[in-house]
T-cell receptor, first 114, second 113 residues
Framework: AQSVTQLDSQVPVFEEAPVELRCNYS??????LFWYVQYPNQGLQLLLK??????LVKGINGFEAEFNKSQTSFHLRKPSVHISDTAEYFC????????????FGGGTRVLVKP | DSGVTQTPKHLITATGQRVTLRCSPR?????VYWYQQSLDQGLQFLIQ???????AKGNILERFSAQQFPDLHSELNLSSLELGDSALYFC????????????FGNGTRLTVT
């Protein structure tokens, strides 16, 4: 079984400032890692995914994440946020042997202030 | 637009009632997943179907059931509803490969009064 911990439930940040959302996971097997974003009144949208290879993954909207196996982390970063990045962000993990059954973290609400 | 369609968008019903939520997956996707999102429980995996057959079960109550039809659309049935069942219910679909991402619908918001 897998579990995901998002260390911050809410992150306020000023426009054009950098942001980092922290995600730690636990699993007894190799995993795939994902970040999803949920805008108000919408479903979840895939930001990026780590399957294998380079530990630095680039996604949509200028986001990137780094997989750190020794620290079992997959933190999400953006160097300069926009007001439109205000949303809730979910880290998720899927065991490679378990198909696509995603386990989500509790989410981090990002509020971008002007 | 993810290509996943969920109906209805909103549903208000009373305790003890039964409702059916419907999901049409993205064209070409064989796998359908149901998730429940609530403030206290977060996003919880309920159940997965692949090409009409149940593939995996998560934290789904016995009062809840689902099925996937030959045309690949899926329905989630919630019965004997309780106040605590009020939540946002998401359907997602994928092509069912280990590394294929899930595409989520916009959800059905269920309010039980």
């Amino acid at each position: 079984a897998q579990s995901v911990t998002q260390l911050d439930s809410q992150v306020p940040v000023f426009e054009e400032a950098p942001v980092e959302l922290r995600c730690n996971y636990s699993s007894s097997v190799s995993v795939y890692l994902f970040w999803y974003v949920q805008y108000p009144n919408q479903g979840l949208q895939l930001l990026l995914k780590y399957l294998s290879g380079s530990t630095l993954v680039k996604g949509i909207n200028g986001f990137e994440a780094e997989f750190n196996k020794s620290q079992t982390s997959f933190h999400l970063r953006k160097p300069s946020v926009h007001i439109s990045d205000t949303a809730e962000y979910f880290c998720a993990v899927s065991g490679k042997a378990a198909g696509n059954k995603l386990t989500f973290g509790g989410g981090t609400r990002v509020l971008v202030k002007p | 637009d993810s290509g996943v369609t969920q109906t209805p968008k909103h549903l208000i019903t009373a305790t003890g009632q039964r409702v059916t939520l419907r999901c049409s997956p993205r064209s070409g996707d064989l796998s359908v997943y149901w998730y429940q999102q609530s403030l206290d429980q977060g996003l919880q995996f309920l159940i997965q179907y692949y090409n009409g057959e149940e593939r995996a079960k998560g934290n789904i109550l016995e009062r809840f059931s689902a099925q996937q039809f030959p045309d690949l659309h899926s329905e989630l049935n919630l019965s004997s509803l309780e106040l605590g069942d009020s939540a946002l219910y998401f359907c997602a679909s994928s092509v069912e490969q280990d590394n294929s991402p899930l595409h989520f619908g916009n959800g059905t918001r269920l309010t039980v009064t």
